[in-house]
């Protein structure tokens, strides 16, 4: 299976700063996603990262808010702008094939706690 | 979304079977059933899927009912590693992503 690398592992930042989160992959895939796990709770799903266009969001998140990036089939990046202490999360990148039988594959994640 | 049920909470004992529940009453006929697992600190982990068949992979088996409506995730024989969160997820036709529910918390006691 793929070998998700996220950096940075964690952070702390201050409120109103943004910062960018990078996903690497091993190996050329087709999907790329963004989740979203708060204190205790489950995952959520950001947006699907699409190579040479546009993310698509889910209900509730925005690009203003959450810009991603994926110039090519192995790299990635989420920012998360103008951060508040309600943007105090773990942000994970998955990776699939794309077909509704092909398993996600994930990172670690990325701890981030605002200030 | 097609929605999952399961349990909060499941505890078992190290080295016995275990047999984790999940309820999907309005799974559709080309649904996919996945499971996941997340240790604790970790990203999740996949464990397994299956259609209409029961599956066997190295990690767990998993047993699908003849409707389709729920299914079981079955660990042969836990191990404290097997500590973790469970979620059963539907993969729907079209839409190649993961909706998480809550999930089942497996605590293994030793």
């Known amino acids: 299976s793929a070998v998700i690398s996220q950096k940075p592992s964690r952070d702390i930042c201050q409120r109103g700063t943004s910062l960018t989160i990078q996903c690497q992959v091993d190996?050329?895939?087709?999907?790329m996603f963004w989740y979203r796990q708060q204190p205790g709770q489950s995952l959520t799903l950001i947006a699907t990262?699409?190579?040479?266009?546009?993310?698509?969001?889910e209900s509730g998140f925005v690009i203003d808010k959450f810009p991603i990036s994926r110039p090519n089939l192995t790299f990635s990046t989420l920012t998360v702008s103008n951060m508040s202490p309600e943007d105090s999360s773990i942000y994970l990148c998955?990776?699939?094939?794309?077909?509704?039988?092909?398993?996600?594959?994930f990172g670690d994640g990325t701890r981030l706690s605002i200030l | 979304d097609a929605k999952t049920t399961q349990p909060n909470s499941m505890e078992s004992n190290e080295e016995e079977p275990v047999h984790l529940p999940c309820n999907h009453s309005?799974?559709?006929?080309?649904?996919?059933i996945h499971w996941y697992r997340q240790l604790p600190s970790q990203g999740p982990e996949y464990v397994i899927h299956?259609?209409?068949s029961n599956v066997n992979n190295r990690m767990a088996s998993l047993a699908i009912a003849e409707d389709r409506k729920s299914s079981t995730l079955i660990l042969h024989r836990a191990t404290l590693r097997d500590a973790a969160v469970y979620y059963c997820?539907?993969?729907?036709?079209?839409?190649?992503?993961?909706?998480f529910g809550a999930g089942t918390i497996l605590r293994v006691k030793s």
């Open positions: 990262a699409n190579q040479g266009s546009e993310a698509t969001y």
């Open positions: 299956g259609l209409t």
């Open positions: 998955s990776v699939a094939e794309q077909g509704r039988d092909q398993p996600q594959h």
């Open positions: 190996s050329q895939v087709t999907m």
């Open positions: 309005t799974i559709s006929g080309t649904d996919y």
């Open positions: 997820i539907l993969n729907s036709l079209g839409l190649d992503k993961l909706v």
